[in-house]
């Protein structure tokens, strides 16, 4: 069994930070990308960042120079720093990982933290 397990989240005011975290755990022989998504009420999940084993991350635009995504050396931990941050920032933001699983490569996700933005 596999776990991703998400915390950090909150309601915080416009302008402000959250550094969001997230810990896969388990029987995990190896773990290659991991990233954030977050989804608002009434809209579609949306990539927020990523980042590769070797450290290359990717952003959304809208984001871009607000969020900064990192690992840690095991590479078993995604973090998420949040700067200015705005009410559109309002979302759940779940982890996704690729790990491999009883030799099973294959996409996992936590169950999400929410992020309310207030203004």
């Known amino acids: 069994q596999v776990r991703l397990v998400e915390s950090g989240g909150g309601l915080v005011q416009a302008g402000g930070s959250l550094r969001l975290s997230c810990e896969a755990s388990g029987d995990i022989s190896s773990i290659g990308s991991m990233g954030w998504y977050r989804q608002a009420p009434g809209k579609q999940r949306a990539l927020v960042a990523t980042?590769?084993?070797?450290?290359?991350?990717n952003y959304a635009d809208f984001v871009k120079g607000r969020f900064t995504i990192s690992r840690n050396g095991a590479k078993d931990m995604v973090y998420l720093q949040m700067n200015s941050l705005e009410p559109d920032d309002t979302a759940l933001y779940s982890c996704?990982?690729?790990?491999?699983?009883?030799?099973?490569?294959?996409?996992?996700w936590g169950q999400g933290t929410q992020v309310t933005v207030s203004s």
């Open positions: 980042i590769t084993s070797s450290g290359s991350t």
């Open positions: 996704n990982a690729r790990m491999t699983y009883r030799l099973v490569y294959s996409y996992y």
